[in-house]
């Protein structure tokens, strides 16, 4: 009987160490550099220099996205300790901020372009060729739409309509990325970030379907697991972006978890949404919040099936269920679902 006991002691620790150590990276999103007017999206210089040079201290692998991805649809392990680095927007202050002190960490990143901003000449981006010079410094760039438009269905579209306007949105972005930063750009793979960070089922099938694998705006690491047209990112703004807020996010795990429903993140009629995860093991202390931080309410179903619901009705134009619990060491689990508000 002894045996049989520690055996199984055995085994439960094992799979706790499989769920805490698998592998997986965390990206983390930018978008302005020291602008201190745009603060829901521009992170302090300060910040920014604690973040690389914890990355550097702590012996942490700065992956280009791309190499990530790659590494995804290969099915190989990615090492521990990985991250990625990915800036939205082409915003000027890429440029004249966070593009030297990359240089001098020798850190690849990622920049999604929204071509149409680059070809108006417009003094708050970045210009095609201040864009090759830094290409030979470790940056890789994206696809973020020619105009930076909506991806979801307007209200006087058909689906053809829509279909051919997101189809000119990418392949046109795409075009100018080939000519203006080689034909190499953006290929093997082929990604994509969503404008506004708003996708859904319909929006990241037809993405899929053009070649092009979705990264989001929503929350969490990222594994074998994840779905690769929604990869999460970490957005990184001046109020959430202290090197301790920093910190905890990059030592992130993704929530082990079988199934969720509904995918959808395009409220329809119930609101607020029920959403059901089924977690692939029992978790203890399981918290989830709305973007303000307000709690949610939690209803198990079994000891790995759980129903989650706000308590009153989300708020135009989204809002994110944001689920957490303790993983082994100071690592958390984190799982964000996206919701928009129509």
Not at 79 to 90: C, G, M, S
Not at 142 to 158: F, I, V
């Amino acid at each position: 009987m002894k045996i049989k006991r520690y055996i199984l002691i055995f085994l439960i620790f094992t799979v706790e160490i499989i769920f805490a150590d698998s592998s997986s990276a965390t990206v983390f999103m930018y978008h302005r550099f020291g602008e201190s007017k745009y603060p829901s999206t521009s992170i302090r210089t300060e910040q920014f220099e604690a973040h690389l040079a914890y990355l550097e201290k702590n012996g942490y692998n700065v992956w280009s996205l791309s190499k990530i991805v790659n590494y995804l649809l290969e099915g190989r392990d990615i090492p521990e300790k990985t991250v990625a680095l990915t800036i939205d927007d082409a915003y000027k202050s890429i440029y004249t901020d966070a593009f030297s002190r990359l240089k001098e960490k020798k850190f690849p990143f990622t920049i999604f372009v929204n071509t149409a901003s680059i070809d108006s000449k417009s003094k708050s981006y970045m210009s095609w060729d201040e864009m090759r010079e830094i290409k030979l410094f470790g940056a890789e760039f994206a696809n973020h739409s020619l105009s930076h438009d909506y991806m979801l269905p307007k209200d006087n579209e058909n689906k053809e309509q829509w279909q051919n306007r997101i189809r000119y949105e990418i392949e046109t972005a795409q075009k100018r990325l080939h000519e203006e930063l080689g034909a190499d750009t953006n290929e093997n793979p082929k990604i994509f970030s969503y404008p506004f960070g708003e996708y859904s089922e319909q929006t990241s099938d037809f993405i899929k379907n053009l070649g092009y694998i979705g990264v989001t705006q929503t929350s969490g690491s990222i594994d074998m697991q994840s779905d690769t047209k929604a990869l999460p990112r970490f957005p990184m703004a001046e109020a959430f972006a202290d090197i301790d807020s920093f910190v905890l996010k990059l030592k992130t795990l993704p929530l082990p978890i079988s199934s969720v429903s509904p995918k959808e993140p395009l409220i329809s009629s119930e609101n607020p949404p029920v959403l059901t995860l089924e977690l692939k093991n029992p978790i203890k202390n399981l918290q989830c919040y709305l973007s303000s931080g307000e709690p949610l309410s939690l209803e198990w179903i079994s000891k790995t099936e759980v129903n989650i619901i706000a308590k009153n009705r989300l708020k135009r134009p989204r809002d994110k269920y944001t689920c957490t619990a303790k993983a082994n060491g100071d690592r958390w689990y984190w799982y964000s679902h996206l919701w928009i508000v129509k």
